[in-house]
Structures are given as structure tokens and as C-alpha cells.
């Protein structure tokens, strides 16, 4: 009746399976996981991907489960997409603590299988995926949040490398990290916009640097904000060709928010709260409630695994990637509300483990919609996605 | 999705079921060209058994149909009439009953289990179930509803077509899958509409779509929509004709809330023009409404997706979710 207009963005989540190469992971991993985490209580495990803890990745790692889709040359597993899926996905949903090795293998390790150099994979990858090495992101800066282009952190050639000066701001674990993989800009000005960014790797070590930890709402040092001061950097620092820096970014955001991180943040509290009505006897006035909340968390993880099948086909769903996480993150930030309102309709006695983990979610769920590119900019994408600009 | 399958399916009903064909069913429900057209091309047959005569496809290709049926707001119950006749021939009825079949799922006391009946089309049947006992009634045109849409009634002065046992069959999953899909067809269809819409309408010395609060309503609407199809397949088992009860309760829970939004945008970005009779919008946003109801809304099949959590369940979520929908899995 109606021209149906081409539109692969909402046609382009085709139904995909984990194979059972991927599940054969998952006992292992789950069997891990409840032992190591034994003693780990539920309000630090609603921290999820938040959650730093050096011993912890260390102990993943000697399993063999940090850098699981890097070569085995360099440290890695060499397995694909939809193990690491699986691996992540029980990672989430137990809220283990991967915060140390996490930028380092979602999307630093990622990057430089990409667009580094052999001697650059050679001396970075096998610290990643030992749990030794801490990566952060740098991107955002005091004046840059959403409009990344107009970044002012700069790189001049000095000698045989670059001399850095500028800041970057809300840099996760920035204060806790070996290394950074920062966006700069090494030639032109802010006007050319998104033409003469680099990205370089920078030892937090260097002379010059200096890390400030920076509060968030709920008490924890989880942001930092790091000011360069005529940091040296040697040529090798440079990742990738110099002014590709855009584009690798955005592979690198690819990468970012293609995983089920995006879809799980509130999963330890669904699942504290799914125990809690499985005690009570309130619980089956929740049933509509719950059920509402899984059916839409089952077609995200439908949704996620598609993606899945994507970067196992070395593709790069950019855009979709920047749907589902913002339909994801609407759901994660929910769920803390939806539970509120349920425990809140009868005062009844409530385990203080559920309490102080609903108390975290419901503060700190403003940041799912800011993290990895907000709302606003994903939509932006979305509409470009549609043909709209 | 196989486009060897659906490309041909498409393109037929596009044939079929113009606008004209969609606005001269609601007052009467005469569809007996397009109905006749569909009985022709096989397509009815096919979920039915090969060695049976029927084309043998898996549920999952059904999904796909289904939801092409929704884009083209097909005024006949056609991935119905499948799910009927592959459940016939299993019971050595195959063949006997061409025609529009609708499911009629019955609680206990024979009543049907929808707040809104299917909509009617001439010479249509439905197959009732209530527990264990299913039968072919013949229906009649009750009158128009609030919706402007004629309800289907059955016709208590014929007497049952057939009657029969099946102890493993359950027909209101199917409901609640075929409706997921047709919903997310008629979704794509009000996605399409709105698209063209805001590229062509100028206010303000530019297109709609040059606005950021319209782009920003469209992506949503994108991603309700993107939802709204995955869902719809995932309600369909992959393998076997025994549809998943849970996966098609996740698939109407899911979609009802997403149909309405989209519904909401719609209209919010075709202004006044999109509320008129004339215009095609309209066509794809009552129905939409109307099947928020039909089947179970989102506060009876959330209640089967969260059954299994409130049993004393070990795991997580995720352990969950799995074990449900790997119920069915096949190899």
C-alpha cells in the first residue's frame, strides 16, 4: 500500500545464536566467578563495570579471559566475538569488578590490533591481557563533552616526537591507569573541526602529567581530571597515521558500545530485587512489573547478540551499536525506578543489601545516558542513520 | 529472513492489498479477491507438513510473512490461517476447510480470551479451543466498532464445522506471536509514512526533517521500531512447529508499548493532517490500538514472562532468559 522505504537501520538486528563454541565458556566462567566473588557483597557488585580491582582482573587473566579476542602472539585467546560475549555477559550479571582491565580490553587492545603498529602491539597487548596493564580514554575535556571535535588538547613535533599540553576531564580510572589512549589535535585549529586529530598512547608516568580524582554523587573517585604540562612524547606514541584520529575514534566508540555492558548495568539489582519477591509475600504484585522489565531486557539481549554477530563478521555497526545502546540504557535507568516504586508501595522490612544497592542505582543512573556519547548525540546519529541530515 | 521466500510474498500483497482493498474491506469485510489470490499462491499452506502438501517452512519464515502482512495492514487473517491448517493436518483435517480461519483461544467457560474479537472477513471461520477441545465455527460480522472496525462474532445458528481433540496444542501463544509481528509490520508502515512525511513537509522555510526535535523523534521512533521487529521474530520458535509460550508472551509484552509510542510520534510529527480520514496514517494507527488489546495487553503476558522468576529459581537473569528460550532448541 505504502512505498516501504529501504530502512536497513531497523531491519539490520537479523536473528543470531551463540554458537556452541561461545557457550562452552560459560560454566567455566560461571564456576569462577561464584567462587571468586564469594565474599563480594551485593551493593559493590551493583557497581558492575565500575568496580576496580587489580587482584581480580589478574586472577581473570591467568585464566585466560582478559584480551580473549586478541591473537595468541600477543597474550589473547585469538577466540571471536561471541565468546567474549558470553565471557561479558557473566561477568556482568555476577557484577564482577573488571573496571582495571576493562578499557584496556573492550576497546584500547581492540584499537591497536586496528591501527597500531607491530612493535606497538607487541609492547602493550600482552600487559593488557596479563591484567597488568590499566588503560583509560582520553577524549573529553572541560570544553568538550558532546562536541569531542573541539578538543584544544594539543601535540606539537618536538625533535623526533611531540611535546603535549591541555587537560581531559571525566577520564574513568585516569588516576588508577598505566596509560592512556588520548584524542589531540596536531595540526590546524579547532575550526577545522573533526580534520587534524591524532591519538596518541601517553605513560601516566611521564614528567608533566599530573591526576586529579574527582568525586562523583555517591562517594566514589571513579572520574578524574589530568592536566599535560609539556609532556614528552615519543614517536612510537602516536597510534595509528596522524589526522586519522576522527575516524579511529569512532571505530573506537564502535568498539565501546557494542557490548552488553549497555543493556546489564542494572542486571545485580534485578536480581536482588527478583529474590526479594520470591520471599515475599508481596511478591506476586509484581509480577507485571518484573515481567515487563525481562520481556524488554530479553529482545536487548537479542538485540546485543545480533551486534555480536556483526563484529564476529568484522563489521562495524556504528549506528546500531548506537541504538541499542540508547534503547539499553533507557531500560538500565528504569529498572532502579520501577523497583523503587514497587518497594516503596509497602514498607515492608527490606534486606539493607537491596536497599543500599537500589539507593547506588537510583543516583548514579543518570551517568548510563551520559557515558560512551549521550542520548542527544545517539539520536543525532540514529536520524542520520534515517536519511534526516 | 529468506527474501526467496518473502520477496515474492511482498510483492504480491502489495498487488493485493492496496488501499482501496483496505478501505473497502472495513465496512463489509470483503475480501474474496485477495483471499482467492492467496489461496493461489500456496502461501497459506506453509506451515503445513511437506509430506502433507504444504511447503514444510519453520515458524521463523512465518514471522517474517506475518510481519509483511502487518506492513501491508492485510484485512484477512493469514498467518493465522496457516497456524490453523498446519494444526488441522496434524489432525488428519488437512484440505477440507479453505477459507479464513482465525484463532479463537476460549477460557474454561467458552469465553473468548481477547477484549477485542479478530476483525472480520467474509466466509471466515475460527478455530475455537477451550482446554483440550478445538473446533471449526463458521462467523459472522458483528457491528461496527469504536474503532470503525467489524468485529467477528461467532455464528451460533450454524453448527460446528469440526470438532476434535489435541492435547498439545495451546493457540493463544500463537495470538500473542502473530500479533507481535503484525504489529511490527504496521510499525515499519507508520516509520515509512513518517519519514516521507517530514522529507517532503516544508515549515519555517525548510523540511521537518531539518529540525532537531524531529529527528530526534524519529530515531526513537527508529528504535521502538528495530525493537518491535526483533521481537516479533524472536516470538516464533526457530525449528520445530511448537511455538515457545514464553518467547511469545516476550514478543506481544514487549511490542504493545512500543506500538503506542510509535503511534504518539506519528501523529505528533504529521500535525493535523495525520488525523484525517483521507490520510494513510490512520489506516496503520487504529489498528495499532486496537491490537494493544486484542490477545492480551502487556499486563497479562508480562505476567507469563515473569513466572518463572518468582518460582524458587536458581541463577541469574541471564540463566534465565536462556533456559526459556532455549526450551525449544533444536540441535
Not at chain 1, 192 to 204: E, K, P, T, V, W
Not at chain 1, 356 to 375: D, E, H, K, V, W
Not at chain 2, 16 to 27: F, G, M, T, Y
Not at chain 2, 204 to 228: C, D, T, W, Y
Amino acid at each position: 500500500m505504502i512505498a516501504m522505504a529501504a530502512l536497513p537501520l531497523v531491519h539490520a538486528f537479523s536473528p543470531a545464536r551463540l554458537p556452541e563454541s561461545a557457550e562452552a565458556l560459560r560454566q567455566d566462567v560461571k564456576a569462577f566467578l561464584a567462587d571468586r566473588l564469594r565474599d563480594y557483597p551485593a551493593h559493590r557488585r551493583a557497581k558492575s563495570w565500575s568496580g576496580f580491582d587489580l587482584d581480580f582482573s589478574r586472577d581473570l587473566a591467568a585464566r585466560g579471559w582478559i584480551g580473549l579476542t586478541l591473537p595468541k602472539e600477543y597474550g589473547g585467546a585469538g577466540a571471536d566475538a561471541f565468546s567474549r560475549f558470553v565471557l561479558v555477559e557473566e561477568l556482568l550479571a555476577a557484577g564482577a569488578p573488571v573496571a582495571a582491565h576493562w578499557i584496556g580490553d573492550r576497546q584500547s587492545g581492540p584499537l591497536l590490533m586496528r591501527f597500531g603498529t607491530e612493535d606497538q602491539r607487541r609492547f602493550y597487548l600482552p600487559g593488557i591481557c596479563a591484567g597488568e596493564t590499566v588503560f583509560c580514554i582520553g577524549m573529553s575535556e572541560p570544553n568538550s563533552g558532546s562536541d569531542l571535535a573541539s578538543i584544544r588538547t594539543r601535540a606539537v613535533p618536538e625533535g623526533d616526537g611531540w611535546l603535549l599540553n591541555g587537560s581531559k576531564i571525566w577520564t574513568t580510572f585516569g588516576h588508577r591507569s598505566d596509560y592512556m589512549i588520548a584524542l589531540v589535535r596536531t595540526s590546524g585549529t579547532s575550526d577545522d573541526r573533526q580534520a587534524g586529530l591524532s591519538q596518541f598512547i601517553i605513560d601516566m608516568k611521564s614528567p608533566g602529567i599530573s591526576v586529579k580524582p574527582i568525586i562523583d554523587m555517591c562517594g566514589d573517585a571513579h572520574f578524574s581530571e589530568i592536566f599535560f604540562d609539556d609532556v614528552r612524547l615519543p614517536a612510537d606514541a602516536l597510534v595509528g597515521t596522524e589526522g586519522e584520529g576522527w575516524l579511529q575514534v569512532n571505530a573506537e566508540l564502535a568498539f565501546e558500545r557494542s557490548g552488553p555492558e549497555r543493556i546489564y548495568s542494572s542486571l545485580v539489582l534485578l536480581d536482588l530485587w527478583a529474590a526479594h519477591l520470591r520471599s515475599s509475600p508481596q511478591g506476586a504484585r509484581h509480577e507485571q512489573r518484573l515481567g515487563k522489565m525481562i520481556a524488554r531486557l530479553a529482545i536487548l539481549r537479542e538485540m546485543s547478540i545480533s551486534l555480536t554477530a556483526k563484529l564476529a563478521r568484522h563489521e562495524s555497526p556504528v549506528t546500531e551499536a548506537a541504538l541499542l545502546k540508547d534503547i539499553g540504557t533507557e531500560l538500565e535507568q528504569a529498572i532502579p525506578a520501577e523497583i523503587a516504586d514497587a518497594l516503596a508501595a509497602d514498607p515492608l522490612p527490606t534486606d539493607p543489601e537491596l536497599m543500599r544497592t537500589l539507593a547506588y542505582l537510583m543516583q548514579i543512573n543518570a551517568t548510563f545516558s551520559l557515558r560512551g556519547g549521550t542520548r542527544e548525540i545517539l539520536r543525532g546519529m540514529i536520524a542520520r542513520g534515517l536519511g534526516l541530515r | 529472513m529468506d527474501d526467496a521466500i518473502l520477496g515474492p510474498f511482498a510483492d504480491l500483497l502489495a498487488d493485493l492489498s492496496s488501499e482501496q482493498a483496505i478501505r473497502n474491506a472495513e465496512p463489509s469485510g470483503d475480501t474474496a479477491v485477495l483471499w482467492t489470490a492467496l489461496e493461489q499462491s500456496g502461501f497459506l499452506d506453509a506451515l503445513v507438513a511437506e509430506d502433507m502438501g504444504g511447503a514444510g517452512l519453520t515458524p521463523a519464515i512465518v514471522a517474517g510473512l506475518a510481519i509483511k502482512c502487518g506492513e501491508h495492514l492485510v484485512p484477512a487473517p493469514v498467518a493465522e490461517t496457516m497456524v490453523a491448517r498446519a494444526i488441522l493436518a496434524q489432525c488428519g483435517l488437512g484440505e477440507q476447510f479453505p477459507g479464513p480461519i482465525m484463532l479463537w483461544p476460549q477460557s474454561a467457560e467458552g469465553v473468548l480470551r481477547s477484549q477485542v474479537s479478530p476483525i472480520f472477513c467474509q466466509n471466515s471461520m475460527a478455530l475455537t479451543q477451550t482446554g483440550s477441545q478445538l473446533a471449526l465455527v463458521k462467523l459472522r460480522a458483528g457491528e461496527r466498532d469504536g474503532f470503525n472496525l467489524l468485529p467477528a462474532r461467532i455464528d451460533h445458528d450454524e453448527a460446528a464445522l469440526a470438532t476434535f481433540e489435541a492435547t498439545d496444542t495451546d493457540l493463544m501463544p500463537w495470538t500473542g506471536a502473530i500479533l507481535a509481528a503484525y504489529m511490527a509490520g504496521a510499525m515499519n508502515g507508520v516509520l515509512a509514512l513518517s519519514i516521507e512525511h517530514v522529507n517532503n513537509r516544508a515549515q519555517f522555510g525548510r523540511p521537518l526533517s531539518k529540525f532537531q526535535a524531529i529527528q530526534h523523534n524519529l530515531a526513537v521512533m527508529a528504535e521502538l521500531v528495530a525493537s518491535a521487529n526483533v521481537a516479533a521474530i524472536f516470538g516464533f520458535t526457530a525449528d520445530t512447529l511448537t511455538i515457545n509460550p514464553w518467547r511469545a508472551a516476550v514478543a506481544k509484552c514487549h511490542v504493545n508499548e512500543p506500538a503506542g509510542r510509535t503511534c504518539a510520534l506519528a501523529h505528533a510529527v504529521h500535525g493535523a493532517i495525520g488525523v484525517s480520514e483521507e490520510h494513510k496514517l490512520q489506516l496503520f494507527t487504529r489498528r495499532l490500538k486496537r491490537w494493544q488489546m486484542s490477545f492480551g495487553s502487556e499486563s497479562f503476558w508480562s505476567r507469563q514472562v515473569a513466572a518463572p522468576w518468582l518460582l524458587p529459581a536458581q541463577g541469574t537473569s541471564v540463566d534465565l532468559i536462556r533456559r526459556q528460550t532455549e526450551e525449544y532448541h533444536n540441535g
